[in-house]
């Protein structure tokens, strides 16, 4: 793809982006997205066979933006429950940072269909690296021994919610009201066991 059909793309994935975290899918189409774009929109074709094709690139695209921001805030050589801990932290950070990218995401993943439907690339290193931490986390018995999806929920959606709540207000935006969701996140998907020691460790500040 040359530069400049790179730069339309691109104008195209972030328009789509925009028109689904604020209209939801319901409203979604690829007219709403040229026009955001200012690219007529018998080009979208060129860049998307679809609908569905423009929604999928608009998945991988986002999820791996917050996957590597995600993952080049982790630390390889600290443990895995301090990785996962700097995790919710950086992924609250990106939130704020980029709140129609994570509420596309939501949308997207919140229609059960289209969520089938969705899949990420294969290659996405920043993705893998997390995906490999979980299975490390629950092969060591450190996270619990349920579906890794249901994991990530975990590590995710509270984050959102905290982050739009700060965004409207609702929530404070302090070091101590994030450290208190990351005690619950973490007492969600850690073992119990290795809950207390996270928590005997982190208030002893060491």
Partial sequence: MKLKDEE???????AAVTVLATGGLASFS????????????SNVYIYFANKQSLLEAVYQTTVHQQSVAVADALDA???????L????TALYEFSREFPETVTAIQ???DDVALKHQLQLKQDDAANQRIQRLLQVGVAQ?????????????????????????????????????????????????????AYRAWLAQDQSGQ
């Avoid at 339309?8 to 972030?14: A, C, E, P, W």
């Avoid at 690829?30 to 929109?41: D, R, Y």
């Avoid at 050589?77 to 990785?83: D, K, N, P, Y």
Wanted: a positive charge.
């Fill in 30 to 41: 690829t007219t709403k997205v040229a026009k955001l774009a200012g690219i007529p929109q």
């Fill in 85 to 88: 801990q700097a995790s919710v």
């Fill in 77 to 83: 050589q600290a443990s895995l429950v301090t990785q």
């Fill in 8 to 14: 339309k793309y691109d104008r195209l994935i972030t």
């Fill in 107 to 109: 949308v997207l993943l």
């Fill in 141 to 193: 018995q450190l996270l619990r021994a349920v579906d890794l999806n249901f994991i990530r929920y975990f590590l995710a959606r509270p984050v959102y919610h905290y982050a739009a709540g700060v965004r409207s207000g609702l929530y404070p935006d302090t070091p101590q009201a994030l450290a208190d969701l990351t005690a619950m996140i973490m007492g969600a998907v850690l073992q119990p066991a």
